[in-house]
């Protein structure tokens, strides 16, 4: 007995819906079970995770702020992966986009005005489109795998961001602590919400969302970016340029996980310091392929995994859960999503082995079956 | 030619189906000994599947396999041959690094010294007059010579029964005369052959019988000898076959395409170099580019339709404009469209809807981009036309791509450039894989838009099609063309020399003119 995977002539429209539901449901009932063997109250552990932030108002806006960012660069990662261009350095991107806020934070800090903030947004996307250019110049002049030079800046970037604060913009007031000075009020995010900690982050994670969509199902540019992955030879002869495409997607994606970087910086974080890093610019990956790397798609699952972080830290205080355990889910919640989309997309199919010289036979199975 | 009347290989309600198709259906057939045997059917008939099941590389849901007299089960490749059944695929499986005796011997099932396969492998050579020499690497070797391995390949195990799956798509005339000569002999020593085309004209010179196929039935059976290949394609398709009408008085307007020293350098590892390519076509004029599959087709169709952008502007020139340097959308503005060889993923995208792949090629010259944005009703409307105008068999403008069959596919592509109102049109194998109603209509559809005036180039390795279509005939090898000439003042044995790779020396001895009708193996 051996399996082997067919491809499905007509994959199931609802089941690429259901998948992701799917997912997050075994995630939950896989997480239990685990978190019982461990040790833990593995149903406690769930219910905490993917419950609490959901049921009690209080961490709505918890909510908000973790998924805003996991939202923008999931959009801008989305992109990119329906062209085939695989960016898996957006944490990079989004620390140099924080490091370029920063920057212009610390010149302007004597100076006062509403066009501090939009300078620092602009010096973010710059930010995260500077790292991610290095990879398109190589991806597109020396097709060297893009995959492996963003995330490989990725700790570039860390290094660079250490540097810093340990270095040239170590605030004189921190009694030694490795932290920039805290940004002024006109460098600092507002609350659009009285009484909350509900950030700019939010709506603009929205807005950034739904023009994505627009742009993906509407514009021409969406249509190029759709054909140049799903179909590079086409896309060539419908009139559309490779590495163009690349390099738009690059500087796309990179932009909105330099802009979310600003948008950390000056929002929950205030100065810059060396936990900046949180893996968002990692679990974006997450959200996008949960989001079926569609606009909308992605702001719900920015939501989800929003809940997952914010549920790790209500089961690490209440139920002593390890922070590890949400990584933990995270990862659980990828794989299943993967394994789903293969069942989408093939049907397994046991066949007989017949015992076949393997060096004819090699070449021949790969004709088509009919 | 001395002929038994024993059954070699009989099948009795042979049955496959596949995921969605039913591709063999309660199959019978016999094949006697010594008998060249004709599989004759359209793409998908279930001819492939009928042979790939006698040599054991798949089993039948159902059915009966008898091997001269006996029942058998054939579970494999390997027992097929223990049984005495060889197979020359049409695509081969030869390790290009290799040297010819390596790649014969890497396909035996029993080990044998080298020296004994040598002396076989000679005798054999020797016996049919199979040309090879069995130190080359098979990098160096042409198409026809490959071939050639395949079948000494297949003669090692001393087969009773040889099964050929379209063997000549990729030979040139005189290497498919060559190839009968070896098949006859075989046949003359009592070995049967399955013989899978469906090129008719081969098959009635080459064929004793003929079991034709359609849609995995068997529809008849015939003496190809007797019956013409209009009769035989009508059995094969099943309905009768619309004759084409090409106006005989053409009067050609200006030039609409021309091309100067056209020269591309080899595109990564497998691609071929285009050199010093010149010809022009004029407005209304057809020009057709024969030539064997991997001599630069693919490439050329390139070049011209813009997906590869040259760096001489002068190469190309489009009704007096220079395009070498512009891409596909810009050439599209200036009226040249394109349709390239393959249909799934070149041609067309697979999972995209057909109105998406309307806006694939037609957005700028049916204006269906605003301010960067797609205006969807517009390329719903194109799509609605073209499924209309071209008879495109379909569930409706929404369907995906990969739903179509490969003709109706096919139509649709065709249809989409041809309703473009295309000044200029280069086209790659429009009726390859297209069954025959289909192929009669995108052809008509080439002729009427040459009527209006529209320069089109023609790149076909189907000599049948090129010589119906088209005014004037060039012949691509190894990337060079040989200089276009009217169609009527090439004989069928310049065109195969110059397949083959011969240029400019055009033996005294081919004085035959073209005939639609070639006796191509008649000898």
């Given at each position: 007995m051996q399996l082997q995977l067919e491809k499905r002539l007509h994959p199931s429209r609802l089941m690429l819906f259901i998948v992701p539901i799917g997912a997050v449901i075994m995630t939950m009932v896989l997480g239990a079970i685990i978190f019982t063997i461990l040790g833990f109250n593995g149903l406690s552990a769930v219910r905490e995770i993917f419950l609490t932030p959901i049921i009690n108002p209080l961490k709505w806006q918890d909510l908000a702020v973790k998924a805003a960012p996991l939202i923008i660069i999931g959009v801008g990662l989305s992109i990119g992966y329906r062209a085939n261009v695989w960016n898996i350095g957006a944490e990079g991107q989004y620390i140099v986009g924080g490091l370029a806020a920063t920057a212009i934070a610390l010149i302007t800090y004597e100076m006062s005005g509403w066009w501090i903030l939009p300078l620092m947004a602009i010096g973010g996307i710059f930010g995260g489109m500077v790292w991610v250019f290095i990879p398109a110049l190589l991806r597109t002049k020396l097709k060297v795998n893009e995959i492996l030079t963003s995330l490989m800046l990725t700790y570039v970037a860390v290094n660079l961001l250490n540097y810093l604060v340990f270095g040239p913009w170590k605030s004189p007031f921190a009694f030694g602590q490795p932290q920039t000075i805290l940004f002024n009020e006109w460098q600092t995010l507002p609350y659009i919400i009285e009484g909350t900690i509900v950030q700019a982050g939010a709506p603009i994670a929205i807005i950034i969302a739904l023009l994505a969509w627009l742009l993906m199902s509407r514009s021409l540019f969406g249509f190029q970016i759709k054909t140049v992955g799903s179909a590079p030879n086409a896309a060539r002869y419908g009139g559309f340029s490779e590495n163009k495409t690349i390099w738009l997607t690059l500087l796309i994606s990179g932009g909105l996980a330099g802009l979310a970087g600003m948008l950390e910086v000056a929002g929950p974080f205030g100065r810059m310091v060396p936990q900046f890093p949180t893996g968002y610019g990692f679990t974006a990956i997450i959200v996008a392929f949960l989001g079926r790397l569609h606009p909308i798609g992605v702001l719900f699952a920015g939501i989800i995994l929003a809940i997952s972080f914010v549920g790790g830290e209500v089961a690490q205080t209440t139920?002593?859960?390890?922070?590890a355990a949400v990584g933990l889910f995270q990862a659980l919640m990828l794989f299943l999503l993967l394994a789903g989309d293969v069942l989408v997309h093939y049907k397994i199919k046991p066949i007989r082995i017949n015992r076949v010289d393997k060096g004819q036979m090699g070449a021949k199975k790969q004709e088509e079956i009919i | 030619m001395q002929k038994s009347q024993n059954i070699m290989l009989e099948l009795k309600n042979i049955s496959k189906s596949f995921p969605a198709v039913l591709a063999n259906d309660n199959i019978s057939f016999a094949v006697k000994s010594g008998e060249i045997h004709a599989l004759l059917g359209e793409n998908g008939a279930g001819k492939s599947t009928l042979v790939k099941i006698i040599y054991g590389i798949m089993q039948p849901d159902k059915g009966e396999i008898f091997w001269q007299g006996k029942k058998v089960h054939i579970a494999n490749p390997r027992a097929a041959r223990a049984l005495g059944i060889g197979m020359v695929f049409q695509h081969f499986s030869l390790f290009e690094a290799m040297s010819v005796l390596e790649n014969i011997a890497l396909g035996m099932d029993k080990k044998i010294s080298n020296r004994i396969l040598e002396k076989k492998v000679q005798q054999i050579m020797q016996k049919y007059g199979l040309l090879l020499n069995p130190k080359r690497i098979v990098s160096t070797l042409g198409v026809g010579e490959r071939q050639r391995i395949e079948i000494v390949r297949a003669l090692l195990v001393n087969p009773k029964l040889l099964i050929m799956d379209e063997p000549t798509s990729v030979l040139t005339p005189q290497e498919v005369e060559q190839l009968f000569l070896v098949l006859r002999q075989l046949a003359n020593e009592g070995c049967s052959i399955i013989y899978i085309s469906h090129k008719l004209q081969e098959i009635k010179a080459l064929c004793d019988r003929a079991t034709i196929l359609r849609g995995g039935k068997v529809v008849g059976e015939c003496n190809p000898k007797k019956e013409t290949s209009k009769s035989m394609a009508q059995m094969m398709i099943g309905t009768s076959l619309k004759t084409i009408k090409k106006s005989k008085k053409k009067k050609f307007a200006d030039i609409g395409l021309k091309v100067n020293n056209l020269s591309l350098k080899k595109q990564g590892d497998f691609g071929v170099s285009l050199k010093n390519i010149s010809f022009t076509v004029r407005h209304g004029e057809i020009l057709g580019i024969a030539g064997v599959a991997g001599n630069g087709q693919n490439e050329l169709q390139n070049v011209l339709s813009g997906e590869i952008v040259l760096k001489d502007n002068e190469a190309i020139i489009l009704n007096g404009v220079a395009v070498g340097k512009k891409n596909a959308t810009e050439r599209r503005k200036l009226g040249l469209c394109a349709v390239p060889e393959e249909r799934y993923g070149h041609a067309a995208i697979p999972d995209f809807s057909l109105n998406d792949n309307s806006i694939l090629t037609a957005r700028e010259r049916k204006n269906m981009v605003r301010a960067g944005m797609i205006n969807i009703k517009k390329a719903q409307d194109f799509t609605k036309k073209i499924i209309a105008n071209f008879n495109v068999m379909t569930t409706g403008h929404a369907a995906s791509a990969n739903s179509l069959s490969g003709g109706n596919l096919q139509k649709f592509i065709m249809g989409r450039e041809i309703l473009q109102a295309p000044d200029i049109l280069v086209v790659s194998q429009p009726t390859w894989g297209v069954d025959a109603g289909a192929g009669s209509a995108i052809r008509q559809a080439i002729i009427d838009l040459a009527l209006k005036g529209a320069a089109i180039v023609l790149i076909s390795q189907d000599l049948d099609e090129l010589l119906e279509l088209c005014d004037s005939l060039a012949v691509i090898n190894e990337g060079k063309l040989s200089k276009p000439k009217k169609v009527g003042d090439m004989s069928i044995e310049e065109i195969g020399l110059l397949m083959g790779g011969?240029?400019?020396?055009?033996?005294?001895?081919?004085s035959s003119k073209i005939k639609v009708e070639t006796d191509a193996a008649s000898a």
């Open positions: 139920i002593a859960l390890p922070n | 011969i240029h400019g020396a055009v033996p005294k001895e081919s």
